[in-house]
């Protein structure tokens, strides 16, 4: 099995969540539930945690948050990437404002809780252990999924003339897929 490229993970999490998808729970949980998945550390900082779920080819990416919320509205609030220790990351002018904001007004908030923030991102069906991107025809119609080592050999099965005709004919492809 090929080296897992975590490093281009958070990209795809952010910009496609189609293929990453993302959730939140209680720290106090995370441990219970990736036993129960049955997902394989990769890599562990104090900052941030990668499995992998063999099963679905999936990587996993835990990353930690701080939330502070309203005593009044448990709904609304201020939640702040951190560590595992829910020691906060340096952010920017408007996370130091709303720190401040808290600290002045702590009568208004519950105590913080630290979650635990998963991003789920699945890798290629070939086997290389890179993250999939999904390929669109001309038409903006999904085709399939491909990696970077895989991409020529996939595409090749496909007639060109779909990827930059927006009028190819689909009477070939009425009651099936494009593939052969
Ligand atoms: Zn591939």
């Known amino acids: 099995m090929n080296k897992i490229k975590y490093f281009d993970l958070q990209k795809y999490a952010s910009t496609d969540v189609k293929y990453a998808q ?7 949980r995370l441990s219970d539930f990736i036993q129960q998945e049955g ?3 990769v890599k562990k900082t104090d900052a941030e945690e990668i499995y992998k779920d063999e ?14 919320t309203n005593k009044d509205d448990p ?10 220790q829910g020691r906060l990351k340096p ?6 404002k709303s ?11 519950n105590e913080p809780v630290i979650n635990a923030e998963i991003f789920k991102t699945k890798l290629c069906d070939c086997g290389s252990g890179e993250i999939v991107q999904p ?9 399939t999924h491909v990696c970077p080592k895989c991409r020529k050999d996939k595409l090749s099965k496909y007639r060109k003339e779909i990827f930059y005709n927006t009028d190819y004919s689909t009477t070939e492809e009425e009651n099936s897929s494009y593939e052969q």
């Open 75 to 84: 709904q609304s609030g201020f939640s702040f990437p951190s560590d595992r």
């Open 99 to 109: 720190i401040r904001y808290i600290h002045e007004h702590a009568e208004k908030f």
């Open 39 to 41: 997902w394989k550390l």
């Open 135 to 143: 390929v669109y025809d001309a038409k903006g119609i999904f085709v």
């Open 55 to 68: 099963y679905l080819n999936r990587l996993i990416e835990v990353q930690f948050s701080k939330s502070f």
């Open 91 to 96: 952010g920017n002018e408007d996370q130091v």
């Open 22 to 28: 993302v959730s939140q729970m209680p720290l106090d």
